[in-house]
């Protein structure tokens, strides 16, 4: 494609394109990095971003920038085509999916497909080799279901939802519209329930389900387990790296974000807008407030107000916890300083 081609694309997007020189208005066939782009490939620049001298050294055919007049001038000279947008990052997303559209399946269903009873299957759904559908589920059109999945009785899946190979779906889960279930995903799994008695543990039933609202995208290997009663709800927009577990009766609100081996104890809430980094954990009937972020390896054992911005173990503001992070190193030396100052007393 043609470098004007993808400009003229990316005008009816989201980046914001603002102005663009074309050079000799090259042929793109692939997109790279800024440090390993070659020829007939197309690259980006953040504003801010640390690759500055990677920008005088790359062999990219085209650039995405910012909206800084030395960069574009720069680029210029050197006989490169680029446009500069408001977003580049965004820019490079939507120039991915114009070079590397994706495949969709045949709107068909395998012969080796096993379907039970009483289920209802829209318009142009793709069900692939070795899917299991259990009785009395609803599988909505322009859905796509890759090999290998499984899906128990009383499934509902929305719209345009796509499940890739080998996730599972346990009774009476609820998949909205436009979701994505990454491969051994486990949606509506049994909470981790057990009564303590004299006789060792008593599984308490969970007769719940898990509802997965419209555009969330969950990662390979994270589980989500049903409640003993009631519902485990996951926000619209939200999306969820792999390995992540969500315990039964948790509730995530809208467009949070979820790193992962991040951990959710049971019934507790996450507010709109949430951003937990990698291997945050998540107490027991917490309630995190909506726009928190809590960076990496936070344990959140109380109550956090909306929007904070929280780090440590257990979780503190994140000021203080870069002053505390700042003197563990000189805890000996302070010890040692408190010993001798007893000693002189």
């Known amino acids: 494609m043609k470098f004007l081609d993808i ?25 790279a990095s800024l440090e390993k782009a070659t020829e007939s490939q197309i690259s980006f620049l953040e504003e801010g971003s640390y690759l500055l001298q990677e920008l005088n050294k790359t062999n990219a055919s085209a650039l995405i920038l910012p909206n800084k007049k030395e960069l574009s001038n720069n680029i210029t000279k050197r006989k490169i085509a680029w446009v500069t947008v408001k977003e580049p990052r965004i820019a490079f997303a939507e120039i991915l999916e114009i070079i590397y559209p994706k495949i969709i ?3 068909d269903i395998h ?10 299957i829209g318009e142009h759904v793709s069900i692939g080799a070795n899917v299991t559908i259990a009785s009395n589920c609803k599988i909505n059109s322009e859905v796509i279901i890759h090999p290998g999945v499984v899906i128990y009785n009383d499934v509902t899946i929305g719209s345009g939802s796509e499940l890739h190979s080998n996730c599972v779906l346990h009774p009476h889960t609820n998949i909205g519209k436009n ?5 051994h995903a486990v949606i509506g799994s049994e909470g981790f329930g057990f009564i303590p008695t004299r006789k060792g543990w008593r599984k308490m039933p969970q007769t719940g389900k898990v509802i997965i609202q419209n555009n969330v995208e969950i990662g390979c290997g994270t589980t989500v387990d049903r409640p003993a009663v009631g519902e485990t709800v996951i926000g619209a927009g939200t999306k969820i790296d792999n390995l992540v577990q969500i315990g039964h009766g948790v509730e995530i609100g809208k467009n949070c974000a979820m790193a992962a081996q991040v951990g959710i104890a049971g019934g507790a809430k996450i507010g709109d807008g949430v951003i937990l980094a990698g291997q945050v954990g998540v107490g ?4 995190v ?3 928190v972020i809590a960076s990496s390896k936070c344990g959140i054992h109380a109550d956090i107000e909306a ?14 916890w870069l002053r505390c992070s700042a003197n563990f190193k000189r805890l000996p030396e302070i010890a040692k300083a408190i010993r001798n ?5």
């Open 111 to 120: 012969n080796s497909a096993i379907i039970g009873t009483n289920v209802d």
């Open 284 to 287: 027991n009937r917490v309630n």
């Open 105 to 107: 399946p045949i709107k």
């Open 341 to 345: 100052l007893n000693r002189s007393n």
């Open 179 to 183: 979701c994505v279930i990454h491969s």
């Open 289 to 291: 407030g909506a726009n």
């Open 7 to 31: 400009i003229n694309i990316l005008k009816n997007g989201e980046s914001g394109v603002l102005e663009f020189s074309i050079s000799n208005n090259p042929q793109i066939y692939q997109a």
């Open 307 to 320: 929007g904070q911005i929280i780090s440590g173990f257990p979780a503190m503001p994140n000021k203080l």
